[in-house]
C-alpha cells in the first residue's frame, strides 16, 4: 500500500526517520484509528503519505508541526475544515485522502450522502452557509488559483482575516499531502 514506494520496515530506518517515525505512531496513526481509516499495517508499516514522508524526515518533521499547529490554533470549525481537506482531495483526485477524510467527515457528523457529494467532487446541497463558502473559495483557489473579489470579501466577513488564512494554511496543506499521494500513487487500502 505504498503505491510506488515500498513500506518501510519500523526495524530498518535511520535516526531521523525512526524520530519522525516515533512522531506519527504516537499521534497520527492513533488518531487515524480513532477515525475510521488505517495509517499502518499488522506489522508497523505507515501508509498513506506517511510512508512518503519518511524519505524526507526532516523536513516531514516541520510539515508535522504544521499540521499539529493548523489543528490547534485554526479558527475554522471541525466541519469546515474536513469541507476544505475533501474538496482538495476530490480535486487532486487523491484515492488515500478521500479514504481517510471521508471517515474523519462522517466523524465531524457529516451524513453519507453529504461525504459521498464531496469525494466525488461535487457541492452537497445540505452544507451550511459557511460551509457551502469554505468549499467555493476552496474549489476556486485549487481549480482557478484565483480569488474574485466577491468571493474573498463573503470569505472575510464569514471566517475573518484569520480564518480565510487558516483556510489557505490548511488547503495548501492538503495539496501538498494530495501530492505525495498522487505522485507516489498511493492506494487506498481495500474495504475490510
Do not use: C
Request: proline share 5%; glycine share 8%.
Amino acid at each position: 500500500m505504498g503505491g510506488r514506494l515500498p513500506l518501510l520496515a519500523p526495524d530498518a530506518l535511520d535516526a531521523d526517520q525512526q524520530k519522525l517515525y516515533d512522531a506519527l505512531t504516537a499521534k497520527m496513526v492513533p488518531w487515524a484509528n480513532q477515525s475510521g481509516f488505517r495509517a499502518d499495517t499488522a506489522d508497523g508499516r505507515v501508509i498513506g503519505p506517511f510512508n512518503a514522508m519518511l524519505r524526507s524526515p526532516r523536513i516531514s518533521q516541520a510539515l508535522l508541526a504544521l499540521t499539529n499547529a493548523e489543528g490547534e490554533f485554526t479558527a475554522l470549525s471541525e466541519r469546515v475544515r474536513q469541507v476544505v481537506i475533501l474538496t482538495v482531495g476530490a480535486l487532486w483526485r487523491a484515492d488515500y485522502e478521500l479514504y481517510a477524510h471521508a471517515a474523519v467527515g462522517a466523524q465531524a457528523g457529516f451524513d453519507a450522502a453529504t461525504v459521498g457529494a464531496l469525494v466525488a467532487g461535487e457541492k452537497p446541497a445540505a452544507l451550511s452557509a459557511a460551509e457551502s463558502l469554505a468549499y467555493d473559495l476552496t474549489h476556486r483557489l485549487t481549480a482557478q488559483h484565483q480569488i474574485p473579489a466577491d468571493l474573498y470579501g463573503q470569505a472575510v466577513a464569514t471566517f475573518g482575516e484569520k480564518g480565510v488564512v487558516d483556510l489557505i494554511y490548511l488547503a495548501g496543506h492538503y495539496m501538498i499531502i494530495s501530492g505525495l499521494l498522487n505522485t507516489f500513487a498511493v492506494p487506498a487500502p481495500a474495504p475490510s
